[in-house]
């Protein structure tokens, strides 16, 4: 298996544009975690997902922020519109058996 | 403070030496797992230790928990200039099968 698929890798954009990131578990997982790390905040907890269905969104910051899962193999994080303060480093995470596997992380800059 | 402290923030030794990080948390919890994130990596998952073990072992890592202190320790023994990275607890506290991180500690093994 190719592990958690994240992508873009990097994203740079403008106060005000939308951004999706896209994340592909690991086959056979049935948990999605999204998370956003930062130097002043350490690693958050934004949303996760069992079985497709959104569990606990609690930590989405704002209602510029929202996620999706279509299907056990996609899902979603989009930001509109997206703010400067927003730069971070987004995770997505799948889990099995109670351990987490990290996604590489897609590094969003908003200029 | 929140769920999954480290301390110390940081730890800089020599190559050979010994790297012992610790973790306390707040509530009770299921189990406590260690992660090590690489610098523009995602997080590698390390061990898990369940609340009823008290140590756990694997390769050169060495976990213990005490449960009535709410507290965990990563022993990292004869250590690698390639076990520079950061390392984050997190904990399980049964809350619908979410992780909360602790701040990490950043190590860094001099050659």
């Known amino acids: 298996d190719a592990g958690v698929i994240q992508s873009p890798r990097h994203e740079v954009t403008e106060m005000g544009q939308e951004v999706t990131l896209r994340c592909k578990p690991i086959?056979?997982?049935?948990?999605l975690f999204w998370y956003r790390q930062t130097m002043m905040r350490g690693l958050e907890l934004l949303i996760y997902?069992?079985?497709?269905?959104?569990?606990?969104d609690s930590g989405m910051p704002e209602d510029r922020f929202s996620a999706k899962m279509p299907n056990a193999s996609f899902s979603t994080l989009k930001i509109q519109p997206s703010e400067p303060r927003d730069s971070a480093v987004y995770f997505c995470?799948?889990?099995?058996?109670?351990?987490?596997?990290f996604g590489p992380g897609t590094r969003l800059l908003v200029l | 403070s929140q769920q999954g402290e480290e301390d110390p923030q940081a730890l800089s030794i020599q190559e050979g030496e010994n790297a012992t990080m610790n973790c306390s948390y707040k509530?009770?919890?299921?189990?406590l797992q260690w992660y090590r994130q690489n610098s523009g990596r995602g997080l590698v998952h390390l061990i898990l230790?369940?609340?009823?073990?008290r140590e756990k072992h694997s390769g050169r890592l060495r976990v213990t928990l005490d449960t009535s202190k709410k507290s965990s320790s990563l022993l990292i023994t004869a250590s690698r200039a390639a076990d520079t990275a950061s390392y984050f607890c997190?904990?399980?506290?049964?809350?619908?099968?979410?992780?909360?991180f602790g701040e990490g500690t950043q190590l860094t093994v001099n050659p």
């Open positions: 995470a799948s889990r099995a058996s109670g351990t987490q596997y």
């Open positions: 086959s056979g997982h049935d948990y």
């Open positions: 997902f069992n079985n497709n269905v959104p569990i606990d």
């Open positions: 509530t009770s919890i299921n189990n």
């Open positions: 230790i369940r609340s009823n073990e």
């Open positions: 997190a904990t399980d506290a049964n809350r619908g099968s979410r992780l909360t």
